[in-house]
């Protein structure tokens, strides 16, 4: 089992960086994938973002904007974003899949980080 716990979100204005952390504890993180969700107020939790053990994946409204990323040694998954326009804001959820099936599932969740685009 792990627990997941997301830092680095806050308000920032379009065109802006920020970075955010998903801090593993309870197993060897590196054995899990780890995908990045989002969710907008009114709106279903959606994809933004994946590492696996050698492939990264990601949503094609964020592409060439954001990099997923991990530190092993540090246990933490980190998804750098860039040129952050007002439609990235939402709140942020790390979720760790320990590849048990042949499909993503993820089993845990961490407790999210707001995100908050200004134009």
């Known amino acids: 089992q792990v627990q997941l716990v997301e830092s680095g979100g806050g308000l920032v204005q379009a065109g802006g960086s920020l970075r955010l952390s998903c801090a593993a504890s309870g197993d060897t993180f590196s054995s899990y994938a780890v995908g990045w969700f989002r969710q907008a107020p009114g709106k279903e939790r959606g994809f933004v973002a994946r590492?696996?053990?050698?492939?990264?994946t990601y949503a094609d409204a964020v592409k060439g904007r954001f990099t997923i990323s991990r530190d092993s040694a540090k246990n933490t998954v980190y998804l750098q974003m860039n040129n952050l326009k007002p439609e990235d804001t939402a709140v942020y959820y790390c979720a760790a899949d320990p590849l048990r099936t042949a499909s993503p599932r993820y089993a845990y969740w961490g407790q999210g980080t707001q995100v908050t685009v200004s134009s």
């Open positions: 590492i696996g053990r050698t492939l990264t």
